[in-house]
């Protein structure tokens, strides 16, 4: 499975060596193999099974949160947005809150991550990705998957939609908790980061299989072993 990294890397160095200014945006204007409008039967099947698996933990950690919030993170549990799924169309994705508590979020497409918000408490969920935990609920309600392209805010998309090339191909999946830019590209920033997550989701789309879902099942295990959720 190892090739599947470097297959990936080896078309991001091709494409930086033959333009510079726009690299990784070149491989998400390659042609794309039409893909299912949903998951196949076996994936589906097995998001639900796991979901179903993962909700006595879904329980224990939120009441665990409830105990804690009103000391080291004071605020609502959980965190709603909407993000941009399947097909561009917008939902609300579920999250546990990891930053302070504030009426309006004023962040733009091209703006960094509001570090400064981010509370101790809120910090170790992000590292350990169990943030994302309340996402089991898009899952079952069959808005996202746990593996495919990581939905942005549905704001940030409509940017990324004029800005930037082969972004609405990465909507042809249907989302995901986690994905291949989110093990291999990493957590982005801002429009130019962006085109490389974009290069890597339609990469994904591109090979498609259960090869590379258990590979990136993998490099998210690691992720949250080693701590290196953002």
């Known amino acids: 499975m ?4 470097t297959r ?7 494409a930086e060596q033959t333009c510079a200014k726009d690299a990784l945006p070149r491989l998400a204007r390659a042609p794309v193999p039409a893909v299912a409008a949903r998951p196949g039967v076996v994936k589906r099947a097995a998001d639900i099974a796991l979901s179903l698996l993962l909700l006595p933990l879904l329980a224990l950690v939120s009441l665990c949160l409830l105990a804690l919030n009103p000391m ?5 549990l959980l965190f709603l947005q909407i993000r941009m799924g399947h097909r561009c169309e917008p939902f609300v994705i579920y999250k546990f809150r990891t930053m302070t508590d504030v009426a309006e979020i004023r962040r733009s497409a091209d703006d960094p991550l509001e570090v400064d918000r981010i509370t ?3 910090s170790l969920l992000r590292k350990t990705r169990l943030d994302e935990l309340p996402q089991i609920i898009n899952i079952l309600i069959g808005q996202m998957s746990f593996i495919g392209p990581r939905p942005d805010s549905y704001d940030h998309a409509m940017v990324y939609l004029d800005k930037i090339p082969g972004y609405r191909r990465r909507h042809d999946a249907v989302p995901g908790i986690t994905g291949l830019a989110q093990t291999e590209v990493g957590y982005v920033q801002g429009i130019a980061a962006t085109r490389r997550k974009v290069a890597a989701d339609v990469f ?4 498609s299989g259960s ?6 099942l993998w490099r998210t295990c690691v992720t949250v072993v080693m701590g290196r959720g953002k």
């Open 72 to 76: 080291f993170n004071p605020g609502r």
């Open 8 to 14: 990936w890397r080896s078309e991001a160095r091709a």
């Open 2 to 5: 190892t090739q599947i990294s």
């Open 204 to 207: 994904y789309i591109r090979n």
């Open 211 to 216: 090869r590379m879902e258990m590979w990136i």
């Open 120 to 122: 101790r408490l809120g």
